[in-house]
Each structure stands twice: as structure tokens, then as C-alpha cells.
């Protein structure tokens, strides 16, 4: 920067700072005296405010997109995660950003104790840090409860329950709700907290924090000896401050790639079976309340909490010590600690009992799948009616939405159902039939039914009692009896001999004929399934094994006629109502 004999700027420079003195200002800020001098553990709050500001930025980006009520939340954040140009990368971004918040404001919070930073004149200063590492939290909790899929649905009655546990929390609740139930108003309002109240109140937490450390200097314990109590300057202490910004930047470029931003399940739907968690970050508190059921929550909720909140914010009087040595404040050292450790420990101990959760890992399968089907017809457009309304796009919606009703407890597709009944995903393929023949009582088929006799409904065979030529075979007969197929003759002729050896016992192929298990003439037919969905317990179908409810008098002609039709449609091959 150009300047004079007298140090005076010149130039656009000089223009610039005769009128309004901001380069003049920051100079005397950029070579003020660093009390301690520039030191690595300074960085932190350089990096969170670096942080905010980033969240900060690609938040306003994303407000141009977002729609806050109940029908258009999610729609708005699926069309932007989804088909403006790298709208997951700004969306994935700012919430590892927020993530990285979290954990920044933990630690500096953590060295401040562990450095004893908090001690007289140094209170506020720690109250600061103590309220950013509080409010940090809440913005970003405010924040996953927007989008408005199940997850954030799921999370909403997770944690306004927890709230609600409290005194006061019940006025709290339909504060924040806009009334005694989740809608348009409890969108609205989160997120004015979420983008403009809380931002505010941390924004007045980071010009606290900074009045202090000019007052104050960092932390110093213990004392520096007075030769080095103000050496450095602020210039040294950014210049460090760049070096940690541009790792942090790195580590969350790379996570947002690598996981392709964060996660968007499905629209949020009243009744949805989404089993959801708290954020990681609240975790503890959901392990915590494990050990508190009942007339005990309370303690869960306020007493622990309260306590260990009190114990933080009273801590530059509860430390006594003469000296600011590490080892002279010992005891609220191992206390602070203490808690950290108790924290990091229920939170994995949360995590860990999910991990084994077999009935969770299976929701999740499931969520995924339908998330993926839900952001996938919302590229279609989304109608004003918003969010689950994107099903809409789907020309087998109303029968969809009847197999959802009556089958899918039991009945799985594509990942998506119960397991107490055979899986419907390539139903009556070849490899579908191989399958069953080879194993009936897989979980796909019937493992899982409550099946009268199901150990002795039909033979397993294994390659010792059936190869995979003579399987091959009787699979291309069992394929061509279901009438609307081509099928190799030759094979199947063959096949007819295997099935006559080995399945003529029980099963019959001739219509009108019985036998001790289903007749197979037309099996796989809209007409055949058609019969099972009326009365499985037909002596030409199921018989006295059948445990299936009989639908008939239950659902129209016509609604069975669209199941049946919506069955065969699972064989690979067969063309669907859009043409796919």
C-alpha cells in the first residue's frame, strides 16, 4: 500500500481512509499488543466466528429457496438439495458447518476450563464462551427441524417431549409450536429463530467475547513473567488464525463431498413409522432420560442438567485456589472433566445401543428407500399442497397407497415392508422361484409367517436333493404355468418331469384340481392373486394353512382387481402405468 514521506497513505487507499478512517482503524487493531503474544491455542475463536460467518452465508443462500410453512418446507429443500446447480454442497456444507460450530465451541470452552481462563477478571469472559457453547446448539437444533421430512418430524416430538417434561416447558412448547400441535406457525417461528433471533444473540456473544479479550488478553495460566505479557500483535495471531480456517475448511469440504451432502428422508406424514433420534449432540440427554422413566424424568430433564449448568457458570467461584496452576486447581478440574467424560460416555453408549438395534437398522433401510423414491417424483414438481402431495406424481399412487394400508405390514417391496409374509420384490421371476423352491422357508418367502405346519407345508430342497440343472428346469415348467409368459419348452418339458418326482405330492397344475397345497394352474396371474387376496384359505389355494386375513367383503372388487394388477406388475418386465 502506497504511502507518503510521512507515512501517510496516498492513492485510492488515502481517498479511502481520509473519508472514513477504516484502514486506519484496522491497522492500529492489526498491530495492537497481544497480551501473551500470538499462540496456536488462540485460534478458536477465530475459527468460530469464521465458521459463523460461513454458516451465516450459505444459510442466506438457502433462505432464497426455502418455503417456511408445514406444505412447502420440504418441497423447497428437495428442489434445492436436489436440482439447483450444487445445491446439496451448499446444503450439505452448512450443516457440517453448524456440526463444526458445535464441536469448536465445546473445545474452547473445554482449554478455557483447563487453562483457567475464567478466573478473576476473566468472568464474563467465560460466561461468553459458556453461552455460545449453549446457544450454538439450539440455532442448529432449530435448524434440522426445518426441512419438515420424517426425520425432522420425528425429532420435533422427540425433543418438544423432553421440553414439555419440564417446568414450564408445556408453555414453552406451544410458544415455539404456535399452538398445541405442529404446523405452519411452528415452522415460521423456528425459523425466525433459527436465522434471525438466535443469530443475533450469538453475533452480541462474539462482540462480549471480544470486548473482553481486548480488556483481558487470552487466557494465561499460569502468569507469563512481565518480559512477555505483551508481546505479539493481532496481525500475528490472524495470520495463524488463516492457517486453522483453511484446515477446518478443508476437513468439511471434504466430509460434505464425501458423504454427498446430508441427508433428506421423505416428507413428513402424520402416522409415519419413522423411528426417529435427537441429534448427536443431544444424545446424552436421551441416554440420560433411559435411567429417569416415569415420576424420575425430572431429574433427567432439569435436576442433572440444571446442576451441571450451575456448576459452570459459578465456576470462577467455586475455584478457590491461590494460584491459576494447573495442579493447584485440581479439584474443579477433575469435576469439569468429569462431566465432559460422563457426556462423551452416555452419547456412545447411545449410539452403540442403536448399533445393535436390528429393528432400527431395518427402519432406516426402509426410510432411505422411500426418501429416495419421494426426492425422485418430486422432480416432477411438487402440487401447492406440499410435501407428502409429491406421491401424488406417482400414477400407481391410490393403489400404492392401498398396499401401504392392507399389505405392507406384513408384505415387503423393494426394501420397503414387513417380513412376517413373503417378499413381493420380483414377484414370480425366475430367480423368485428358484428361490422358494430352493428354500420355502427363507425370511423372504414364508420364515417369517406364522404358518400352521409351515415345517411340513413344503419340502426343502438343497443341491444334494435337487441340482441347480434339474432346479433350473423345474423352475422354467412352474414359470411357463402361469400362462402369460414365454418360456423355453424344452426345458420345461424336462422340468415337468422333475416337478412330477418331486412336487406332484402336493401340488397340482390342472385347473379345478385339489391337492395339500396351492394349486399352481395360472399362479402368478392377476386373476390367481386375485383369489389368494379374497380368501387365501381356499382349498384350492392355501387351505387349512392359510393365515392371511381374507379380504373379501373387506375391500371392493375393484380395489383387489388394482392389488392383483399391482402384484404382477413386480415381475421384472412388465410394463407400468407410466411405461416403465
Same mark, same amino acid.
Given at each position: 500500500?502506497?504511502?507518503?514521506?510521512?507515512?501517510?497513505?496516498?492513492?485510492?487507499?488515502?481517498?479511502?481512509?481520509?473519508?472514513?478512517?477504516?484502514?486506519?482503524?484496522?491497522?492500529?487493531?492489526?498491530?495492537?499488543?497481544?497480551?501473551?503474544?500470538?499462540?496456536?491455542?488462540?485460534?478458536?475463536? #477465530?475459527?468460530?466466528?469464521?465458521?459463523?460467518?460461513?454458516?451465516?452465508?450459505?444459510?442466506?443462500?438457502?433462505?432464497?429457496?426455502?418455503? +417456511?410453512?408445514?406444505?412447502?418446507?420440504?418441497?423447497?429443500?428437495?428442489?434445492?438439495?436436489?436440482?439447483?446447480?450444487?445445491?446439496?454442497?451448499?446444503?450439505?456444507?452448512?450443516?457440517?458447518?453448524?456440526?463444526?460450530?458445535?464441536?469448536?465451541?465445546?473445545?474452547?470452552?473445554?482449554?478455557?476450563?483447563?487453562? #483457567?481462563?475464567?478466573?478473576? +477478571?476473566?468472568?464474563?469472559?467465560?460466561w461468553s464462551v459458556l453461552a455460545l457453547a449453549l446457544i450454538i446448539p439450539a440455532t442448529s437444533i432449530t435448524g434440522t427441524l426445518l426441512p419438515w421430512d420424517e426425520q425432522s418430524f420425528g425429532r420435533m416430538a422427540v425433543e418438544f417431549g423432553i421440553v414439555r417434561g419440564v417446568p414450564g416447558g408445556e408453555a414453552l412448547g406451544k410458544l415455539v409450536m404456535g399452538g398445541g400441535d405442529f404446523g405452519n406457525l411452528t415452522t415460521l417461528r423456528l425459523y425466525v429463530l433459527h436465522a434471525l433471533v438466535l443469530p443475533f444473540v450469538i453475533l452480541l456473544l462474539f462482540w462480549l467475547h471480544k470486548k473482553q479479550v481486548r480488556r483481558h488478553g487470552y487466557w494465561i495460566a499460569p502468569p507469563e513473567p512481565p518480559a512477555r505479557a505483551a508481546v505479539g500483535n493481532y496481525l500475528s495471531q490472524w495470520l495463524l488464525d488463516v492457517c486453522a480456517v483453511a484446515v477446518v475448511s478443508g476437513v468439511l469440504v471434504y466430509f460434505t463431498v464425501h458423504s454427498h451432502g446430508i441427508d433428506l428422508y421423505a416428507p413428513a406424514e402424520v402416522g409415519s413409522q419413522f423411528d426417529a433420534r435427537p441429534a448427536w449432540y443431544v444424545r446424552s440427554l436421551n441416554e440420560l432420560l433411559k435411567y429417569f422413566d416415569g415420576s424420575l424424568q425430572l431429574v433427567g430433564t432439569l435436576v442433572i442438567p440444571g446442576a451441571v449448568g450451575a456448576f459452570f457458570f459459578a465456576l470462577p467461584w467455586l475455584d478457590r485456589a491461590?494460584?491459576?496452576?494447573?495442579?493447584?486447581? %485440581?479439584?474443579?478440574?477433575?469435576?469439569?472433566?468429569?462431566? %465432559?467424560?460422563?457426556?462423551?460416555?452416555?452419547?456412545?453408549?447411545?449410539?452403540?445401543? !442403536?448399533?445393535h438395534?436390528?429393528?432400527?437398522?431395518?427402519?432406516?433401510?426402509?426410510?432411505?428407500?422411500?426418501?429416495?423414491?419421494?426426492?425422485?417424483?418430486?422432480?416432477? $414438481?411438487?402440487?401447492?399442497?406440499?410435501?407428502?402431495?409429491?406421491?401424488?406424481?406417482?400414477?400407481?399412487?391410490?393403489?400404492?397407497?392401498?398396499?401401504?394400508?392392507?399389505?405392507?405390514?406384513?408384505?415387503?417391496?423393494?426394501?420397503?415392508? $414387513? !417380513?412376517?409374509? +413373503?417378499?413381493?420384490?420380483?414377484?414370480?421371476?425366475?430367480?423368485?422361484?428358484?428361490?422358494?423352491?430352493?428354500?420355502?422357508?427363507?425370511?423372504?418367502?414364508?420364515?417369517?409367517?406364522?404358518?400352521?405346519?409351515?415345517?411340513?407345508?413344503?419340502?426343502?430342497?438343497? @443341491?444334494?436333493?435337487?441340482?441347480?440343472?434339474?432346479?433350473?428346469?423345474?423352475?422354467?415348467?412352474?414359470?411357463?404355468?402361469?400362462? !402369460?409368459?414365454?418360456?423355453?419348452? @424344452?426345458?420345461?418339458?424336462?422340468?415337468?418331469?422333475?416337478?412330477? !418326482?418331486?412336487c406332484s405330492t402336493c401340488h397340482e397344475f390342472k385347473p379345478g384340481v385339489k391337492g395339500d397345497a396351492p394349486n399352481l394352474a395360472g399362479h402368478g396371474t392377476k386373476e390367481w392373486i386375485a383369489k389368494v387376496i379374497k380368501n387365501s384359505a381356499d382349498p384350492m389355494l392355501f387351505g387349512t394353512l392359510a393365515q392371511m386375513p381374507k379380504y373379501e367383503g373387506k375391500l371392493t372388487e375393484e380395489q383387489i382387481s388394482q392389488l392383483a394388477d399391482f402384484l404382477v406388475q413386480q415381475r421384472p418386465g412388465m410394463a407400468k402405468p407410466d411405461g416403465s
Open positions: 500500500m502506497a504511502t507518503n514521506r510521512s507515512g501517510a497513505r496516498t492513492g485510492l487507499a488515502g481517498w479511502i481512509d481520509e473519508r472514513t478512517g477504516v484502514l486506519s482503524a484496522l491497522s492500529r487493531l492489526a498491530y495492537a499488543p497481544l497480551v501473551g503474544g500470538a499462540r496456536l491455542r488462540h485460534v478458536l475463536p #477465530g475459527v468460530l466466528l469464521y465458521l459463523f460467518i460461513q454458516e451465516a452465508v450459505l444459510g442466506l443462500v438457502m433462505s432464497i429457496y426455502f418455503s +417456511p410453512t408445514a406444505t412447502g418446507a420440504w418441497a423447497s429443500v428437495a428442489y434445492f438439495n436436489d436440482q439447483v446447480t450444487s445445491g446439496w454442497f451448499v446444503r450439505g456444507l452448512h450443516g457440517y458447518t453448524s456440526y463444526a460450530l458445535i464441536v469448536t465451541g465445546a473445545l474452547y470452552l473445554a482449554l478455557i476450563a483447563f487453562t #483457567g481462563g475464567y478466573r478473576k +477478571p476473566r468472568e464474563v469472559y467465560w491461590e494460584s491459576p496452576k494447573f495442579v493447584r486447581r %485440581l479439584p474443579v478440574v477433575i469435576v469439569s472433566f468429569a462431566i %465432559l467424560a460422563g457426556y462423551v460416555v452416555l452419547t456412545g453408549m447411545n449410539f452403540a445401543r !442403536d448399533r438395534d436390528e429393528g432400527l437398522a431395518k427402519s432406516m433401510e426402509q426410510a432411505v428407500k422411500l426418501a429416495s423414491r419421494a426426492r425422485t417424483l418430486a422432480t416432477k $414438481g411438487v402440487l401447492p399442497a406440499g410435501g407428502a402431495a409429491v406421491y401424488e406424481n406417482d400414477p400407481q399412487v391410490a393403489v400404492r397407497r392401498l398396499f401401504k394400508d392392507e399389505c405392507q405390514n406384513c408384505h415387503m417391496i423393494g426394501g420397503i415392508g $414387513g !417380513d412376517e409374509a +413373503p417378499d413381493f420384490t420380483d414377484y414370480k421371476s425366475r430367480d423368485y422361484l428358484a428361490a422358494l423352491t430352493r428354500n420355502v422357508m427363507d425370511k423372504r418367502f414364508f420364515g417369517g409367517t406364522k404358518h400352521k405346519g409351515a415345517e411340513g407345508a413344503m419340502d426343502l430342497f438343497p @443341491e444334494a436333493d435337487l441340482s441347480n440343472d434339474d432346479l433350473k428346469a423345474v423352475t422354467e415348467f412352474t414359470f411357463g404355468l402361469m400362462g !402369460d409368459v414365454q418360456f423355453d419348452k @424344452e426345458l420345461s418339458d424336462k422340468g415337468a418331469k422333475v416337478f412330477d !418326482d418331486q
